[in-house]
């Protein structure tokens, strides 16, 4: 088993494709190529893919349908369409077929690496919390089911670290000094946008405006404390599961 996330990449512009190959290898990603849905439907029925990134609009078989076969085949499988066209209807048959999410080109490579670590379930736990108790037996709970957790002990510490290393995940206490949970919430989603998110508080009452605001902005939920932190570990397996690492469908 390959211990480093592979990257299907599929386009019918093959500049493209190997400008993506590129980019994606120099980031330390196994990187796979296909010129066509078809192929892209062939590469599957070799090898699993932890990520997908292909574009919608290609001849013969268009993204959309090869989506379609791919998840048939893998009904986990993480793909990503990409497009530099408004075709609603493709668009919207994708959404309804239950398709990751819709790119549109040209990529911002920050945005695209974000979605990659995040789909792949690679990046660490980030855990926002001035209790340094609560920031250790988080950490040890979450690293006992083999994840990676980095922690911050204010917002704008975790939103440093954000900033420099894409997290597939963060729990963020709601009262934290200088900035409070909300704002390095928001700060966070400024950075990731799709970033799972679980607010933690010990004041349900006292904090329920900045809960609600939260959840409409995105939040995932809330653990009220005291929790019990398997409920911790729980969230993650249930909400940023596991890389599903690639493998080839005839090895023992």
């Known amino acids: 088993m390959n211990d480093t996330p592979t990257i299907l990449v599929v386009d019918d512009n093959q500049d493209l494709l190997e400008t993506f190959a590129m980019i994606l290898k120099r980031r330390g990603f196994t990187v796979e190529t296909a010129a066509d849905g078809a192929a892209a439907v062939d590469k599957f029925r070799e090898q699993t893919f932890d990520v997908t990134l292909m574009d919608i609009v290609m001849p013969e078989m268009n993204g959309v349908e090869a989506f379609k076969k791919i998840r048939e085949m893998e009904p986990g499988a993480p793909v990503f369409l990409m497009t530099a066209y408004s075709d609603e209807e493709l668009i919207e048959t994708a959404r309804t077929a239950g398709i990751n999410d819709i790119i549109n080109k040209p990529i911002r490579i920050d945005q695209l690496m974000m979605l990659i670590m995040q789909a792949a379930g690679v990046g660490p736990i980030l855990i926002v919390d001035d209790d340094s ?3 250790e037996t988080l950490t040890r709970i979450l690293e006992l089911d083999g994840n990676e957790v980095v922690t911050a002990a204010s917002g704008e ?36 946008p799709d970033l799972p998110t679980v607010m933690m508080t010990g004041f349900q009452n006292e904090v329920r405006d900045a809960l609600d605001r939260a959840r409409q902005d995105g939040g995932v939920t809330c653990l009220y404390k005291p ?26």
């Open 227 to 252: 929790f019990d932190p398997a409920a911790a570990a729980d969230m993650v397996k249930k909400i940023s599961p596991g890389c599903r690492r690639s493998r080839s469908k005839h090895a023992a």
């Open 133 to 135: 108790d609560i920031r």
């Open 157 to 192: 510490e975790a939103v440093d670290i954000a900033a420099h290393q894409p997290c597939r995940m963060a729990f963020i206490d709601v009262k934290l000094p200088h900035i409070d949970g909300l704002e390095t919430f928001l700060r966070l989603k400024e950075i990731n």
